[in-house]
Every structure is written in structure tokens, then in C-alpha cells.
């Protein structure tokens, strides 16, 4: 009978050994097929969202502490779908601020945009969210979960996006209000409030030129930290002499306002700075060299500018992003 009780106890125990291992084996299959088949699905990012904590230091820039200024310096700003394809080629140990960009109207991948965020750790990339509305800054800021995965993954913060077909109509048009109604100042605040810095991002000039000096004295009073002005249009059917002229007016502008440095960004397009060379030989004495235009450009305002946003969107932008950038990484080095 010891015997019999000796191998039943034996055999007992090989079974349950057994079933602990096939559990094993299952938990890592199904762990390994979760992973490929959602790298950006939601279940990832709430597993990411649960298991990392906030780090203050990745996130909390005080924009008017000595050398803050100096993380925007020479720097170029791209999309997550531009660092996806094109980053081994950009990311060269120099300034790159990557953004993931969402609108009201159309979410854009946006979980997917903030899980390429999440997996950059080069501590040479600055990460940032566009968002086109106060309104869904206040959602994404007034949600705990959201707001701690944010800082966990380092963004630093928000460009606010003005645009006339994604930003609500009462938002756009309060966007030069000197009243508190201000939607740019209501955004500043808010994003001030929670430890993150905040640029705007208008259309045009013709809106920062509109917005009245007190206007923007409130916006910087509210915490905004700077602007980027949206040259790729202007630029394409202008000699470089007039452009230059009038952003330096706004950064005077806005400078004087804010009564400091600010973050100053200024964005252009591979393709349209085809276009502007056109334009610069026929009515600018320019050259035909590749993107002499623009390179003028932005060589005249490399000292009053921080860095240079690049819109790549488009097959012929995005497969000219590489060279467009190393020509502007070229200037700025001057």
C-alpha cells in the first residue's frame, strides 16, 4: 500500500507540474500575440498608462529658468508619422521636437501617435501634443488617468492650433479678445496650471497682426511661452526681403508683449519651398538652386528664431524631409 500511496503521490505531483508549466507556456503566447496584433491598441495603452508613473523631470520646464530657451534651440519639429518613417535619418543627436497632433473633428490616431511618443527615449527629442481646441485640452487635462500617462511619457507640452475648420467658432473668435474670454490665454492657463508650456499656432499673420498689443500681453500674462508663425504659404509668392520684415515685426510684436525671450517656431514645406523658387528667379533675383529661397529664408531670421517646424504630409514633402532638414540643420549651425 506505501508503495501505491508513493507512486499515486508521484504521479500527482508530475500532473501538477505539468499544468503549472502549460499555464506558463500559455500566459507567454498570449502575451507575445497581444503585442504584434496591437502595438498601438488601446489595451497596450492602458497597460502603459497603469504601469508607469509620472516624471516631473521629463515634463515640469519652467520656460523662465536661466537656459530653458536654450532645449528649443536649433531645433526642427516633425509629426509621429514623420519620426515613424523618417526618424533613423533624423534623429542625429541634434534638437528634434516630435508632435502628435489631434483634432475635435478627427482623432487622427491620436493613441497611436502618443504610443510612438512613448517609445522614444532619446533624451535629444523634445515631445509635444497639437491640440485645435481650449475644450479639448480641458478634456484630456481633467482626466487623472490621461493626464498622468502625459507625463509619464514625457510631453512637455501644448501648441494650440487655431484653425478655422477644426477650432470651434467661438474659440476663433476670441482669439484676439483682450477680455478674459481669450481662448489662447484660457489655454496657456490651463496648460501652465498642470506643468506643461504652451506655443500658438494661428493660420496666419493676418491674426497675430489683428491681435492687439494688450491682447497679447494677456496671453503671456496667462503663461503663454511663445508662437509659431505659419510661413510655408507667405513665403511661396513673396521675395525673401518682405517676409523677413514682417516676421520680424510679429516677433517685436510679441517679444515686447511678453516683456522676455519667448519660444519662437517658424514653419515651411519641402514643396512649397519648390514653388517659392520660382518665384524668387522670376520676380526676386534669386537663384535656381534647390531651396535657395527658403534657405535665404530662414538665414535671415536664424538669430530671432528658435526652430523650424516642418509640414510633412504629403508623399513628395515626406520623402524630402531628410535633405530639406539637413540643409536647415546647415543654416542653423552658422
Not at 523631470?57 to 519639429?77: M, T, V, Y
Not at 542625429?92 to 511618443?117: C, E, F, R
Request: glycine share 6%; charged share 20%.
Amino acid at each position: 500500500m506505501i508503495k501505491k500511496s508513493k507512486v499515486a503521490t508521484k504521479t500527482t505531483l508530475i500532473i501538477l507540474i505539468s499544468i503549472i508549466f502549460i499555464g506558463i507556456i500559455y500566459i507567454i503566447a498570449s502575451q507575445k500575440i497581444s503585442a504584434s496584433s496591437g502595438v498601438f491598441s488601446l489595451i497596450n495603452y492602458a497597460r502603459i498608462k497603469g504601469s508607469q508613473t509620472p516624471s516631473p523631470k521629463n515634463n515640469n520646464i519652467d520656460i523662465d529658468s536661466p537656459g530653458s530657451l536654450a532645449l528649443f534651440s536649433q531645433a526642427i519639429r516633425i509629426s509621429t508619422d514623420n519620426y515613424v518613417d523618417k526618424g533613423n535619418q533624423l534623429a542625429d543627436g541634434k534638437p528634434l521636437i516630435v508632435a502628435a497632433v489631434a483634432t475635435d473633428k478627427n482623432a487622427n490616431n491620436y493613441d497611436s501617435q502618443l504610443m510612438v511618443l512613448a517609445s522614444i527615449k532619446d533624451k535629444n527629442i523634445l515631445k509635444i501634443v497639437g491640440l485645435t481646441s481650449y475644450s479639448t485640452l480641458q478634456k484630456k487635462l481633467n482626466d487623472i488617468d490621461q493626464l498622468k500617462y502625459l507625463k509619464s511619457i514625457g510631453i512637455i507640452g501644448f501648441t494650440y492650433n487655431t484653425e478655422g475648420q477644426h477650432t470651434p467658432k467661438e474659440e476663433m473668435r476670441s482669439l484676439t479678445s483682450a477680455q478674459s474670454d481669450n481662448s489662447v490665454a484660457k489655454f496657456a492657463s490651463l496648460a501652465k496650471a498642470n506643468g506643461f508650456i504652451s506655443l500658438w499656432v494661428p493660420p496666419g499673420e493676418d491674426i497675430l497682426n489683428r491681435a492687439s498689443v494688450d491682447a497679447a500681453k494677456l496671453m503671456f500674462k496667462s503663461g503663454l511661452d511663445g508662437i509659431v508663425i505659419q510661413e510655408q504659404r507667405l513665403i511661396e509668392n513673396s521675395c525673401v526681403e518682405d517676409r523677413v520684415k514682417a516676421v520680424q515685426n510679429i516677433i517685436n510684436k510679441y517679444k515686447t508683449a511678453a516683456g522676455k525671450d519667448l519660444i519662437i517656431g517658424m514653419q515651411v514645406m519641402p514643396s512649397r519651398c519648390t514653388t517659392a523658387n520660382t518665384y524668387g528667379v522670376a520676380h526676386c533675383n534669386g537663384s535656381s538652386e534647390k531651396w535657395s529661397h527658403c534657405s535665404k529664408f530662414i538665414s535671415e531670421l536664424n538669430n530671432s528664431i528658435n526652430f523650424i517646424s516642418i509640414w510633412a504630409s504629403a508623399k513628395p514633402d515626406v520623402d524630402n524631409l531628410p535633405e530639406f532638414s539637413n540643409m536647415i540643420r546647415k543654416i542653423m549651425s552658422k
